[in-house]
């Protein structure tokens, strides 16, 4: 879950968003005391979220590795998950006792459950960027890019497809232990 999702989610639903992100999985930098670590950031699965009283801001709690942490919410990442990482977090709940390894039908419901605000979210984001890439192959007279942009982002803002998009719920791949 990227930093953007959280921040619209804790704005425009405020009683539910703490339910959605628990048990969600988010991107947070590596401990810089961890040379175990090849990557800069890990995925981390949201334990529990509370409201700092000094400042009020909230922080997320997330166990990486042995050792859990309480990270605010403006220091995620809202960057896509990488494969490496992925396969880091693969790694380290078949190594460290203290992950669990989520069933099936746990990551089947989150999935489900957050599903339209991250497409609706995706939507958002890619209507500005094909909007930016629009107005630089305009800038730049790139012709045969322009109608590509302009076809795409056309297409994204057909409510048709918003639907389309909307109505295919990500799969769970179960992976088959040897």
């Known amino acids: 879950m990227k930093k ?8 425009e639903q405020p009683h539910s968003w703490k339910s959605k992100v ?7 930098k590596t401990d810089p005391r961890d040379y175990s670590r090849t990557n ?4 981390a699965e949201v ?11 909230f922080l997320v709690q997330v166990l990486t590795s042995n050792v859990t942490r309480d990270i605010p919410v403006s220091q995620l990442s809202d960057c896509n998950f990488t494969e490496e990482e992925c396969e880091d977090l693969r790694q380290d709940v078949a190594n460290c006792s ?3 390894k989520p069933t099936v039908f746990e990551l089947e419901h989150k999935a489900r459950e957050l599903h339209e605000d991250v497409t609706k979210h995706w939507i958002r984001k890619e209507l500005v960027r094909l909007q930016n890439c629009v107005d630089w192959a305009n800038e730049k007279g790139r012709r045969a890019d322009l109608d ?4 795409q982002r ?4 057909q409510a048709c497809e918003q639907e389309r998009l909307l109505k295919q ?4 791949i179960v992976e088959v232990m040897s």
């Open 22 to 28: 628990i048990g969600s999985f988010v991107r947070v």
């Open 40 to 43: 800069y950031h890990q995925l």
């Open 148 to 151: 590509e942009y302009i076809e």
């Open 154 to 157: 056309e297409l994204l803002k």
């Open 47 to 57: 334990q529990g979220i509370y409201k700092k009283s000094s400042t009020s801001e």
């Open 98 to 100: 203290l992950l669990r």
């Open 169 to 172: 719920v990500p799969q769970v």
């Open 4 to 11: 953007s999702l959280v921040e619209e989610l804790m704005k």
